[in-house]
């Protein structure tokens, strides 16, 4: 029995919680796992490896978005068929992985679990600001995404394919503006509600000044977005 | 009066060089961020000329040009700074990346530059475990 499904996991200093994590995905999905431990500090992994999940170590942090196209590539070189993104710190409950996976296999290049109607709490900032990227974002691509920023998240074949090539990497980019990249391409978009859990450990990410830098940042991306030349990543030979 | 014409005509002129080389993607939106604040700065700078000088009155600074030219030099030496800071980054990643790219090619037997090194899969000494960038599948 040869596995399709790759469950792609970037981890930065997640060391309480990405062994549950692995060990969980390998319960409840036939599916291998891949950490990409994005230049931590601590037992990453150590746990992680022992939890029974390939890991692959960039020899300094990369980001995010880089992580997830190091998962790419390594899905598109062992042929893997499927893949979805988890988040090591165990936000991100796995039978809701699942359901993600079924979705791909009706043929959806690209599917996002958004945490609204599970009654995400956030901000009113964060909760302002991703209202108006919900509304850019659904215009751009013609379907309604409600949590353009959900890193839980589906891929198919040619997704796969694609994004092994150009994904964006900036901070918040490799969410965003990965959904307009899928829509340049024609690739089919859907969005689905997932259930989440409370953090199990870890910081949560990011203040204010800099959200707002970001966030302007973004705002640039998707302003400039359809005029710029295709995403394309310097160094990709293939 | 025609002055003020130009150095507007200057900022535009920066600020449409920016959008151009970011939409090629020659560079990445933080720094375009930047300098699309320096070309604002700059049109305001040229439309605001009673304010700079009220400003420069106030600190007992003569004549106002001066002080903004004050100003813009302390703030290309900050950005200077910064960007040595990236550069010197980017050095130490560089060199990371090529040591790991040595280990993870092997030891090597002929000239450099001679035949092509032995990739992952046929070198006679397999890379050291945990270091291949592609590591088999189990």
Not at chain 1, 213 to 228: D, K, W
Request: proline share 6%.
């Amino acid at each position: 029995m040869v596995p399709v499904l790759l469950a792609i996991i970037p981890a930065l200093n997640e060391e309480e919680t990405v062994a549950d994590v692995v060990r969980s995905v390998r319960d409840h999905l036939d599916a291998d796992v891949l950490v990409i431990d994005d230049g931590s500090r601590d037992r990453t992994t150590e746990r992680a490896s022992a939890a029974g999940a390939i890991v692959l170590r960039p020899p300094f942090n990369l980001g995010v978005g880089a992580a997830l196209r190091t998962g790419f590539r390594y899905a598109r070189a062992n042929g893997y068929h499927a893949a979805v993104q988890v988040d090591a710190d165990g936000q991100h409950e796995v039978t809701e992985a699942k359901r993600l996976a079924d979705v791909i296999d009706t043929g959806v290049d690209l599917v996002v679990g958004s945490r609204f109607e599970a009654g995400f709490e956030t901000s009113r900032l964060r909760r302002l600001s991703m209202r108006m990227l919900s509304r850019r974002i659904s215009r751009y691509l013609g379907v309604t995404i409600t949590d353009t920023t959900s890193g839980f998240r589906g891929f198919g074949p040619v997704a796969i394919e694609r994004f092994a090539d150009a994904y964006p990497r900036a901070y918040l980019s490799d969410t965003v503006e990965a959904l307009m990249v899928a829509g340049d391409w024609g690739l089919r978009v859907e969005e689905i509600p997932v259930r989440m859990l409370p953090r199990q450990g870890g910081q949560p990410s990011a203040g204010t000044a800099k959200s707002v830098y970001h966030l302007v940042r973004l705002t640039l991306v998707i302003a400039l977005h359809r005029f710029r030349r295709p995403l394309y990543v310097r160094g990709t030979d293939s | 009066m025609n002055l003020q014409i130009f150095v507007i005509g200057l900022g535009v002129v920066l600020l449409a060089i920016v959008i151009e080389v970011v939409r090629r993607r020659r560079l990445s939106e933080g720094y375009a961020l930047l300098w699309i604040a320096v070309g604002i700065g700059g049109v305001l700078l040229g439309v605001a000329r009673p304010l700079i000088d009220r400003f420069s009155d106030s600190l007992g600074v003569s004549y106002g040009a001066n002080l903004v030219f004050a100003f813009v030099f302390v703030f290309l030496i900050v950005v200077c700074i910064n960007l040595s800071m990236h550069v010197s980054k980017l050095e130490d990643q560089v060199t990371s990346l090529a040591e790991e790219l040595a280990l993870t090619r092997g030891p090597q037997t002929g000239p450099p530059g001679g035949s092509p090194p032995p990739s992952a899969t046929d070198a006679t000494t397999p890379p050291e475990p945990g270091s291949s960038p592609v590591p088999d599948r189990p």
